[in-house]
Nanobody
Framework: QVRLVESGGGLVQAGGSLRLSCAAS????????MCWYRQSPGQRRELVAD???????NYVNSEDGRFAISRDNAKNTVYLQMSSLKPEDTAVYYC???????????????WGQGTQVTVSS
């Protein structure tokens, strides 16, 4: 089995920072693209950023510059550093990854359970 476990969410004041982590564990051969999504109440889940295995990054709001995605392949972990947080960043943040499992062909897509980020004004 494979699990993605997020951590690092919480309550922060506007202008503050948080660092989210997502660790993958289980029968993993390799991990391709890793992503962060978020979902606010009543809204669709939306992509925030993604990063390939070799470190190429993509941001949905690239002009924003407030978020930075990174990963540690040795730890099977992806991070999201969030700064200058705004109340509108309040959401459940989800990790997503394309994973090649040991002993199985193909690439499998997995989601974490989500971590709540609340930004107060």
């Amino acid at each position: 089995q494979v699990r993605l476990v997020e951590s690092g969410g919480g309550l922060v004041q506007a202008g503050g920072s948080l660092r989210l982590s997502c660790a993958a564990s289980g029968s993993i051969s390799s991990i391709n693209t890793m992503c962060w999504y978020r979902q606010s109440p009543g809204q669709r889940r939306e992509l925030v950023a993604d990063i390939t295995r070799d470190g190429r990054t993509n941001y949905v709001n690239s002009e924003d510059g407030r978020f930075a995605i990174s990963r540690d392949n040795a730890k099977n972990t992806v991070y999201l550093q969030m700064s200058s947080l705004k109340p509108e960043d309040t959401a459940v943040y989800y990790c997503n990854a394309d994973i090649r499992r040991l002993g199985l062909g193909g690439t499998w897509n997995y989601w974490g359970q989500g971590t709540q980020v609340t930004v107060s004004s």
